[in-house]
């Protein structure tokens, strides 16, 4: 069964970096898009932040951290990264890794739904 831990998260200054790594395992991942998303202090909901398809390695990010984030993988070590840079107060949340086969369709892949696997969270606070 697929398994995903994340780690990294912590405590950091406006304009900061952290690197979020989600280690996984128990599957077989060529087929596999990657996704991280973030739920703020207080929401119910859960942000789609960016993908990376396991095979090839395209990304895609949402607008939010467009520029400021960068997602990479390590097929040998089976481990996604979530760089993060010029962190703002905003980006206060929860990160949680995701991971399914690559889904069909405009922009699924935003869809938390797309996504039966997620590793337990790791906390990203951002001071101000």
């Known amino acids: 069964q697929v398994q995903l831990v994340e780690s990294g998260g912590g405590l950091v200054q406006a304009g900061g970096s952290l690197r979020l790594s989600c280690a996984a395992s128990g599957g077989t991942f060529s087929r596999f898009t990657m996704a991280w998303f973030r739920q703020a202090p207080g929401n119910e909901e859960r942000e789609f932040v960016g993908?990376?398809?396991?095979?090839?390695?395209?990304?895609y990010y949402s607008d939010s951290v467009q520029g400021r984030f960068t997602i990479s993988r390590d097929k040998a070590e089976n481990t996604v990264y979530l760089q993060m840079n010029s962190l703002k107060p905003e980006d206060t949340a929860v990160y949680y890794c995701a991971a399914d086969q690559s889904c069909l369709g405009y922009k699924c892949w935003e869809r938390d739904s797309e996504y039966g696997y997620w590793g337990q969270g790791t906390r990203v606070t951002v001071s101000s």
């Open positions: 993908i990376i398809t396991w095979n090839i390695g395209t990304t």
